[in-house]
């Protein structure tokens, strides 16, 4: 009775510290029930396709706890730029980790390497001294604070490995597949060996590969090892399907719904464990994806674009290098010369083809929100960089709310080595400014949550990173962009009275629509408006 007491006094006392002090201080302590958190990171799962028929397990933890209505992935909506805000709390600006494939001369001078591979990530960080990551992530923070993170992995190796970068050095647990596969599949060593002794190589790629095996393997790991064995205080999981069949069968397709009805298995699979292990009615759970989707319906070749305009001069040329996120472009230019950078976006506006545009801002973002180009947006008011390994220039692409074959809305133009133009088919991907692929799936469940919440106010994944270290008492500095989702917890304030803005910002015939709450802005969409 005492506890029960003391915990609703904690709670009370929450609640009256957040009203008094909306919006809420940064680093405001909160007393956790929890004895175990976790992340589990659903690659590619749009929140439309949440249900009770595709995702029993999944729709029922939304049901119980809090779903996130106004969710936002990170700009470009892609898998390691999400890894990295995951990881770290903070947006590209910060972390340093801009796009699926990126432009680093340290790594090479003339063109982007994928972030997809983990061996890329290690040589970026031995040639800039440490600096793969420009903050600590939320595995170092835990281990300096006397808590044991573990991190798992299903995906691509450069996605697990964003997700604990030193595990390799100490800190913590990381498990993923195919760093090296059959050989070093975990760090730190023991915890290698361990893995290949009960559990074997994971499940080989070659050929026509079956990604629902991967999940299956993951999900074993998770509960017949890391949660008996290791014991961790927080764990993020990555399940890597629906991404990877999504992009070939398409969103909503027969093949898709099947891997996400298996990923959602193994999360029922998790949530039986917990029961077994007693953690059930003391963890919290969070269910977030790192992007939406959108079928593609257009082609378009930059790079042979700006070959064709005298913009760039060869494909392999150093003075404009590109590197693509799929529905979206940064675009490198050579000693960050404005006038070319000018050059290039004048051009690019004259292209059907081209969407919003951003260039380096102005001033503080939102506030000021102009690009120093005529007609472009700031790349800080989108969290990304305009120094260091940011682009010179950002791209997107039209996109529509049409809906696909299976009727899912959501269709986006996409960078691609083939002659610019419309593309047939069910493909689908991710990158853009589309709502259909910013809005991500967020929901958290658990002892520290409300119950049978649809919030509204807007989050982005960063938020999940900063409400775990939050609720851990681990103090958060300015390196942590996300906010603390204080209305989501117990004793919270009534998220129907935060108050939240929707502003729309046009240069030209290019708009850009944000939602903000207090100091924190998430950016919803952007396009440019049809001429008649």
């Known amino acids: 009775m005492i506890k029960l007491i003391n915990k609703r006094i904690s709670r009370l006392c929450l609640a009256v510290a957040l009203i008094l002090c909306l919006p809420p201080l940064v680093g405001a302590a909160i007393k956790s029930e929890a004895k175990l958190t976790i992340m589990l990171i659903v690659d590619g799962l749009r929140p439309d396709v949440v249900s009770h028929e595709n995702t029993p397990n999944i729709y029922k933890l939304a049901e119980e706890g809090v779903r996130f209505e106004n969710s936002h992935a990170v700009f470009p909506t892609v898998t390691r730029v999400n890894a990295a805000a995951l990881a770290t709390g903070a947006y590209p600006i910060v972390n340093g980790i801009v796009g699926n494939s990126m432009y680093a001369p340290e790594v090479d001078a003339n063109r982007a390497f994928s972030t997809g591979d983990y061996k890329n990530l290690l040589m970026l960080d031995e040639r800039t001294g440490g600096r793969l990551l420009f903050c600590k992530s939320w595995a170092q923070r835990l281990l300096e604070n006397g808590l044991t993170p573990a991190a798992l992995g299903s995906g691509s190796t450069g996605s697990a490995f964003l997700l604990n970068h030193r595990a390799r050095e100490g800190v913590g647990v990381l498990i993923g ?3 090296e596969p059959g050989e070093i599949l975990a760090w730190p060593e023991a915890v290698n060996q361990a893995v290949l002794q009960q559990f074997g190589a994971a499940p080989s790629l070659k050929g026509e590969p079956n990604y ?3 999940v299956d393997w993951i999900t074993r790991v998770l509960n017949d090892y890391v949660l008996t064995e290791i014991k961790p205080d927080v764990i993020y999981c990555w399940l890597t399907e629906p991404d990877h069949t999504q992009h070939g069968a398409g969103i909503g397709a027969p093949k898709t719904l099947e891997t996400i009805r298996n990923s959602d298995r193994n999360i029922g699979l998790f949530l039986q464990k917990l029961k077994a292990l007693g953690l059930y009615d003391a963890t919290d759970v969070f269910i977030v994806s790192d992007h939406g989707f959108g079928t593609y319906n257009y082609n378009v070749n930059v790079a042979q674009a700006l070959i064709d305009a005298g913009l760039k001069k060869s494909a392999s040329s150093d003075d404009v290098v590109l590197a693509s996120s799929g529905q979206s472009v940064l675009i490198h230019v050579k000693d960050r010369d404005k006038a070319r950078i000018a050059e290039i976006t004048d051009f690019l506006k004259t292209q059907a083809w081209c969407g ?4 380096a801002g102005t001033g503080t973002p939102p506030e000021r929100y102009e690009g120093f180009v005529d007609g472009t947006f700031s790349l800080e008011l989108l969290h990304q960089p305009s120094r260091g390994r940011g682009a010179d220039i950002i791209l997107t692409f039209p996109w529509s709310s049409q809906k696909n074959k299976y009727g899912y809305p959501g269709m986006d133009y996409s960078n691609s080595s ?3 133009g419309p593309r047939s088919g069910v493909g689908a991907g991710h990158g853009s400014m589309s709502p259909w692929t910013i809005r991500n799936t ?7 949550f409300k119950s049978g919440i649809r919030n509204r106010v807007p989050a982005c994944s960063v938020d999940f990173t900063a409400t775990i270290l939050a609720l851990k008492n681990i103090p958060l500095d300015d390196n942590i962009r ?3 989702l204080y209305e989501a ?6 998220h129907e009275q935060i108050v939240v803005e929707t502003l729309a910002y046009e240069r030209d015939d290019a708009v850009i629509q944000i939602s903000k709450t207090g100091k924190y802005w998430y950016v919803d969409k952007s396009w440019r408006v049809q001429q008649e």
């Not at 919003?356 to 260039?359: A, N, S």
């Open 177 to 179: 597949g195919y760093f």
């Open 212 to 214: 629902n095996v991967k």
């Open 356 to 359: 919003v545009l951003f260039t």
């Open 418 to 420: 083939r002659a610019t």
């Open 442 to 448: 967020m929901i958290a469940w658990g002892v520290d």
């Open 482 to 484: 996300g906010r603390v």
């Open 489 to 494: 917890l117990e004793g919270g304030p009534d």
